[in-house]
């Protein structure tokens, strides 16, 4: 398994059961989330910069992968801010994500509504930087 994939899959089950989302948290989607989805969360890392380490074998990699996580929620926007209150500190409390990290570092969170429809629903972004260390042999 690629860091990548083991970084997203243990953001996930952080994440999962301990956020106002429940267990609404998903590392892959195909479709949008429905109404019982919601307060949801999608966890999505697909962009690493890498940087090769000097030195003899095995081959080192600093890595800093790129993470998105998305949520979605319903009501005012207070409820969406609680939520992606309850991610942040979720990750920053576990800035080594269980040993795969050496570092998590908040870049930004940003909010805005979907006013179509019934009722009000909240799209949140909050990306982060993970670093890490790959080896190949």
Known sequence: MHPRTAIRDYIVNLLT????????????????????????????????????????????YQRSLLVRVAIAAAGDEDIANGLCDEVELLLLKDYRLGGLATGVNLLETDLSPDPD?????????????VDYVSTFE
């Open 17 to 60: 059961g301990n956020t106002a989302a429940g267990t609404n948290v998903f590392g892959t989607v195909v479709d949008p989330l429905v109404d019982e989805e919601v307060p949801g969360i999608v966890v999505k890392a697909r962009k690493d910069t890498v940087r090769q380490l000097l030195g003899e074998e095995p081959v080192q």
């Open 117 to 129: 429809g019934d009722k009000v629903y909240w799209d949140g972004v909050i990306l982060i930087n």
